[in-house]
């Protein structure tokens, strides 16, 4: 007989914030010393009590996200199939804030720069750039620019419009008298004018690998 596939687990993620707080953390001191931390440790890191520490854990524990000896100080083991927020690979770690010219401002606290809550809005979609006519407004041929789906964009937004001939095209939206001027941040383009576009997005975000 061909051996079973295993089953993804029902469920792989806390709850609510507080209990992602708690699992991060606990995987966090585990990783720094070896062992897990006690429930006072989780409640004195998070500003909570020992009891509300407990409440959460037996909720994580009945979720099989977790596993402890409740004999122990020191059992709590995470399930190796938990998904908490900052491992997405869509998380890069945030470690300062920097200025031209200045040192970097160190981050006290773990903070992370998520992606997708930035980016990944119902209805987002990226395109890679080709060619140089937005140049001048930093986005360069190869680089990925996030739209998003909106028919109705305000003056001056960059856009991607399809054009009467089937082609889209990536350009400032203007609305002028009797039409629209579709404008290059380059000044060896022309601008297009047309009565009327078909506008599929508007430019969100620019992403760029160096």
Same mark, same amino acid.
């Given at each position: 007989?061909?051996?079973?596939?295993?089953?993804?687990?029902?469920?792989?993620?806390?709850?609510?914030?507080?209990?992602?707080?708690?699992?991060?953390?606990?995987?966090?001191?585990?990783?720094?010393?070896?062992?897990?931390p006690?429930?006072? @440790?989780?409640?004195?890191? /998070?500003?909570?009590?020992?009891?509300?520490?407990?409440?959460?854990l037996? &909720? =994580?524990e009945? +979720? %099989?996200?977790?596993?402890?000896?409740?004999?122990?100080?020191?059992?709590l083991?995470?399930?190796?199939?938990?998904?908490?927020?900052?491992e997405?690979?869509?998380?890069?770690?945030?470690?300062?804030?920097?200025?031209?010219?200045?040192p970097?401002?160190a981050? @006290?606290?773990?903070?992370? /720069?998520?992606?997708?809550?930035?980016?990944?809005?119902?209805?987002?979609? &990226? =395109?890679?750039v +080709? %060619?140089?006519?937005?140049?001048?407004?930093?986005?360069?041929?190869?680089?990925?620019?996030?739209?998003?789906k909106?028919?109705?964009?305000?003056?001056?937004?960059?856009?991607?419009?399809?054009?009467?001939?089937?082609?889209?095209?990536?350009?400032?939206?203007?609305?002028?008298?009797?039409?629209?001027?579709?404008?290059?941040?380059?000044?060896?383009?022309?601008?297009?004018?047309?009565?009327?576009?078909?506008?599929?997005?508007?430019?969100?975000?620019?992403?760029?690998?160096?």
């Amino acid at each position: 007989m061909p051996a079973s596939k295993t089953k993804r687990p029902k469920f792989t993620k806390p709850a609510t914030p507080r209990q992602s707080q708690i699992l991060t953390y606990a995987r966090d001191y585990a990783r720094e010393h070896g062992f897990s931390p006690t429930l006072q @440790e989780l409640g004195d890191h /998070l500003g909570i009590s020992k009891v509300t520490v407990y409440e959460h854990l037996t &909720a =994580l524990e009945e +979720r %099989g996200l977790v596993l402890r000896d409740r004999h122990k100080a020191r059992s709590l083991t995470l399930a190796p199939y938990v998904e908490l927020p900052d491992e997405r690979p869509t998380n890069l770690p945030l470690v300062g804030r920097i200025a031209a010219g200045r040192p970097i401002d160190a981050i @006290e606290d773990r903070e992370t /720069l998520d992606l997708e809550r930035i980016f990944a809005r119902k209805g987002t979609f &990226a =395109l890679e750039v +080709r %060619g140089d006519s937005m140049i001048d407004d930093q986005i360069r041929d190869g680089d990925y620019v996030v739209v998003e789906k909106r028919k109705q964009p305000r003056d001056g937004d960059t856009v991607v419009a399809l054009l009467d001939n089937g082609e889209a095209t990536l350009k400032r939206l203007f609305k002028e008298r009797g039409g629209y001027r579709l404008q290059a941040a380059n000044s060896n383009y022309k601008p297009i004018h047309t009565d009327k576009v078909n506008v599929q997005g508007v430019v969100v975000g620019v992403i760029r690998r160096y």
